[in-house]
């Protein structure tokens, strides 16, 4: 593939640059993102005027976004798997968007099925996934998915959801108190700055009784049990177009952001003590780290 230049004027590129500023204005993905985005919206455009003669975003079909999705590297070499991913995201967000502004009716990347990107059957989420499923849960019409899903970025799993109520929540220490499973121990999760906005807004106004579950079902009764948690944080990676992404569970989330810390710190020990678990193996796999390939 060739390196990112200037996109030359046609009514391809005008789409996509029509649709990157939407996505700038609308300010639900991170800046990095977005430009990262950018460079291969314009490249996808690029590879289908000049290999298809397709110059028009409505008139893409899937043949086309597969040969680009397999396309080589300006090096000459076949593409990785995470490269195949980040490349078929950056199409998705391109017509997810464009649907949204009324310019196409279609996707045609919906159905095109990758290779994993490791062998592993679960991976942490990338930084570029969490802002594009933040976009989604905001965009949900309701604050449950946001404030659910800035929750699991503070470490909680579905099975821990349910169990935490307002007193748990110390907005303005950034934290909340995850009380634990069988399989996690009890610990302070901490907010991103994300996360801790969504959740004010969504506890703002509410019923302020301390042992009031943070979170509830579409009836004021229904407590949110597991299996409603799982379907709330499921349809966000859902409208985020990640639901049929290898590897990506709502278990990804609390991986993404185990990997963070470790990635900040370099320390194994402290992730899982984030995490609320026991086993350093366990702990390297659900951050993606296979520490065995690091010795030496």
Known sequence: MPQATSPVTSALSETVQVVVAALGVEGALGVPTVARLETLMHQFARFVERGHGVHRLENVGSNAVWTYLQAPTSEGLAPGASLQHFRRLAVRVLFRTARRLGLVEGDPSLDLVLPARKPASLRPLETEEVDLCRAAALGSGSGLPAAAWALCEATARTGELAAIVRRDVDLDGARVWISGTPR???????????????????????????????????????????????????DTLTRAGLDRTAGVRPTSIAGWAGRTIFDQTGRLDLAAAALGMRSLDRTARLIGWDWRASDG
């Open 184 to 234: 996690t121990a009890a610990r302070w999760g901490h907010l991103t700055d994300w996360g801790a906005a969504q959740l004010r807004r969504y506890l703002s106004g509410r019923n302020a009784d301390p042992s009031t579950k943070v979170l509830h079902g579409r009836c004021p009764s229904d407590l949110l049990p597991q299996s409603s948690a799982v379907r709330t944080v499921s």
